[in-house]
Each structure stands twice: as C-alpha cells, then as structure tokens.
C-alpha cells in the first residue's frame, strides 16, 4: 500500500506571508497511462473537504491562484503565496494512482 | 447548483448494520466516478469505497478496511450512490462523505456527510 506522508504536520503562519506543504509517497505516482494522480484538499473548520488540486498542478475551478501545487515522482509541495484568514484549516494530499490514500493531514493557523 | 446530500447515518450496536444514500442534484452521477471517504472524530480523511461509471463497467474498489464488510452500489436512473455497512465495528464511527471524482480531471463535489456511530 502506498503511504502519504505530510510535513509538517502544523503549520502557524503570519497573514500575508507564504506557507508551503510538502506530502512525499511511499512509491512514485506515475500512472501507467503517464499522469501523476496527486491532489491536494482544503479543510475549513466544520466544512467538508475542497479539492483546490488535481494531477499534481492544476486549480479547480474558483480556487485562488494564490495556491499552487508543484512536484514530480514521489515529491510533492502545496503553496500559498500570500495566506489570507480564510486560508484556516487543516490540507490534505491524496493519491490516486494507486487505488486512494490521503496524507495525515497538515494544519495551516494564524500566528 | 450542484448538491450531494448524504442520509442514513445513526447509532447501531457492534455487529449491526446501516446502509448510508447520497442523493445527487445538478449532475448526473453517470457522468461520474463516485466515492465515500469517511473521517473518524477528530482524526484526517479516509477512503472508503468507489463505484466507477458504466465506461468503467461499473467497477467497484474498497478499501482494505472495508472490504467485504462494505457493499456500494449506484442506481443511474435515481441518481443516487447507497453504502450498505455490515459487521460494524467501533472502529467504522465516523462521518462518511459521498463525493465526485476525488482524484479524476472533473471537479470534485462534496456532500456535507452523515454520521455513523458504532457503540453499545
């Protein structure tokens, strides 16, 4: 089974300044077609999950492009360039390449 | 507006069974590729079970966890997704989730959830 493990697990952080995610897998996520399946989920509290990436680097729709996601392989980043108070929850990554697993989950507050 | 609305969720007794629905509205889930991801009380997200469309002949995945325990199942027609859970242990508590293409290129839709609890 593959294994998504986030750093760091908490992360307060100065409105306004960037904050960075990285979820690292146990195995590489490229598919056999040649797409990485890796996506990241926002969490806001008392919320459901939000999908803000898929196929490592692409916004859905109506999410910020403050968010960016990066990475190849087995090595993976979320970015927020600028973090707003709206930005408060906790970050998940999951992988889809083989069958589903999410990361433990990264927990993003205000300083 | 696109809306996915779980139901089902209650108290049942170690052993019982329960069988959670997801009513869908603003998409037809044949489009679609559907999941339940559950998240323990206080803990992080869980997949749980996929039912892939009839382009994907209707294939189902479960996890590991779940897997013989956890049937689900779709109705096109209804536009619904049902998860019918038997051999509940303590460890299945949790809020279960139904969900759209959770890692495909399509947008991901989220219900709100249910709550299962499992205690005697």
């Known amino acids: 089974d593959v294994v998504m493990s986030q750093s760091p697990l908490s992360l307060p952080v100065t409105l306004g300044q960037p904050a960075s995610i990285s979820c690292r897998s146990s195995?590489?996520?490229?598919?056999?077609?040649?797409?990485?399946?890796l996506n990241w989920f926002q969490q806001r509290p008392g919320q459901s999950p939000r999908r803000l990436i898929y196929?490592?680097?692409n916004r859905e729709s109506g999410v910020p492009d403050r968010f960016s996601g990066s990475g190849s392989g087995t090595d993976f980043t979320l970015k927020i360039s600028r973090v707003e108070a709206e930005d408060v929850g906790v970050y998940y990554c999951?992988?889809?390449?083989?069958?589903?697993?999410f990361g433990q989950g990264t927990k993003v507050d205000i300083k | 507006e696109v809306q996915l609305v779980e139901s089902g969720g209650g108290l049942v007794q170690p052993g019982g069974s329960l069988r959670l629905s997801c009513a869908a509205s603003?998409?037809?889930?044949?489009?679609?590729?559907m999941d339940w991801v559950r998240q323990a009380p206080g803990r992080g997200l869980e997949w749980v079970a996929r039912?892939?469309?009839?382009?994907?002949?209707?294939?189902?995945e479960y996890a590991a966890s779940v897997k013989g325990r956890f049937t689900i199942s779709r109705d096109d027609s209804k536009n619904s997704l049902w998860l019918q859970m038997n051999s509940l242990n303590t460890e299945d508590s949790a809020v279960y989730y139904c969900?759209?293409?959770?890692?495909?290129?399509?947008?991901?839709?989220w219900g709100r959830g249910t709550l299962v609890t499992v205690s005697s």
């Open positions: 969900a759209t293409d959770i890692s495909g290129i399509y947008s991901s839709y």
């Open positions: 603003g998409l037809t889930i044949s489009d679609h590729w």
């Open positions: 039912s892939k469309n009839k382009p994907a002949s209707y294939t189902t």
């Open positions: 195995q590489s996520l490229v598919h056999s077609d040649g797409n990485t399946y």
């Open positions: 196929k490592v680097s």
């Open positions: 999951l992988q889809g390449t083989h069958s589903w697993t």
